[in-house]
């Protein structure tokens, strides 16, 4: 099945700085990738997604890249804002189910 | 919409009770999955349902573990003879038919074993 790995497990930066949250997979046949943001208790919500036809899609300050070769696919989230502060989930959807990476953790300091 | 609902929110079960957890996914959608999300971990897929039917199980341990989301019916989660290590948060999500499509969240059972 489908194995995603996600990097890194907690990231730390000050508002205002970038933050990059990479991700691999496994399967070559998975073709849409959504990214997930979960708020301390509160349910995952999806924030963005790419589709294995595009390799970057952008969203105010939210963007996300796809490698399909490499098969590794980034968010980046530029100008920090301490409300941005979350776990993030990656995913890859296979045949029919969505795998999630581990999450990462962002602390935005103001 | 109101969206996905799950309940309880919290449930709190003795060892060796049963648990039942529902999911009602949001209108026009046929699909559901189920997520366990342990403290500080990701989400771990368990099973992946239509209507009537189970199509993938492949995260649902083999035994005490149960899915079904009837044609009439919120989708149920069951796990019989609840053992400490099931304390965790379980979500559900649905999405419509069709694959890439968006799939939503609901706000989870928080379930605890005594």
């Known amino acids: 099945g489908e194995n995603v790995e996600q990097h890194p497990s907690t990231l730390s930066v000050q508002e205002g700085d970038s933050a990059v949250i990479k991700c691999t997979y496994s399967?070559?046949?998975?073709?849409?990738f959504p990214w997930y943001k979960q708020e301390l208790g509160k349910r995952p919500q999806l924030i963005i997604d790419i589709r294995s036809n595009v390799g970057e899609k952008k969203d105010q300050r939210i963007a996300v890249t796809l490698n399909k070769t490499a098969k590794h696919f980034s968010l980046h989230i530029t100008e920090t804002q301490p409300e941005d502060s979350a776990v993030y989930f990656c995913?890859?959807?296979?045949?029919?189910?969505?795998?999630f990476g581990k999450g990462t953790m962002l602390l935005v300091s103001p | 919409n109101a969206g996905v609902m799950q309940n309880p929110r919290h449930l709190v079960r003795r060892r060796g009770q049963e648990a039942r957890l529902r999911c009602s996914p949001m209108?026009?959608?046929?699909?559901v999955y189920w997520y366990r999300q342990l403290p500080e971990e990701g989400l771990k897929f368990m099973v992946y349902?239509?209507?009537?039917?189970?199509?993938?199980e492949s995260g649902m341990p083999k035994e005490r573990f149960s899915a079904e989301f009837p044609k009439e019916g919120p989708s149920i989660l069951r796990i019989q003879q609840v053992v400490r290590g099931d304390s965790a948060a379980y979500f559900c999500?649905?999405?419509?038919?069709?694959?890439?499509?968006?799939?939503?969240f609901g706000q989870g059972t928080r379930l605890t074993v005594v």
């Open positions: 995913a890859a959807e296979g045949y029919s189910t969505l795998t």
């Open positions: 349902l239509q209507k009537e039917n189970i199509i993938d």
């Open positions: 209108k026009g959608h046929s699909h």
């Open positions: 399967d070559s046949a998975s073709n849409y």
């Open positions: 999500a649905s999405s419509q038919p069709g694959q890439n499509t968006e799939a939503f």
